[in-house]
């Protein structure tokens, strides 16, 4: 591989960031291994000329939406339902809290469509502008809004309890 001392100098700066990326749009650590490590060595392969195009980050950005969206095509899961609700976590200070925000924010992202969390994710985790989200999803940016329309309408109902988070971010 050309440049391949290039390519292990991107990987470990922006690792952290991607790897956060592909476990917010898995849902899980080992799957979102899978996902940066399909993405990595799909970059790597073309390395060459990824790196001269400019901008690396997003091309793995890229192979990582598309990679989880093929994933969800191969196998399906469904939503399990529970007999109980889950308690309600505070928005505090502590970090009991956080925790359990975390949590619920994590199952609430689980229920959302393949879709719906890329958009949240890309929007408010990656904090893409709608059209560079519509650029990375290979969507128009109309498609981007109404996904986010409904991907927060969704999320205000599955956990209502984030209600003042999204306030906060929006």
Known sequence: MEDEEGFREFVRARLPRLSRAAYLLAGGHAQ???LIQAALIKTA???SKVSRAGDPEAYV???LYHEHVRSWRRRRFLEHTTASVPE???VSGD???RAELRVVLEQA???LTKRQRA???LRYFEDLSEVETAQVMGTSVGTVKSQTSHALGRLRVLAPELEDVMEVRS
Request: hydrophobic residues 50%; proline residues 0%.
């Open 32 to 34: 979102a291994e899978d």
């Open 45 to 47: 392969t073309h390395w």
């Open 61 to 63: 950005r890229k192979i």
């Open 88 to 90: 309600n976590a505070a």
């Open 95 to 97: 970090e009991t809290g």
């Open 109 to 111: 992202l689980a229920k």
């Open 119 to 121: 958009v949240v994710v």
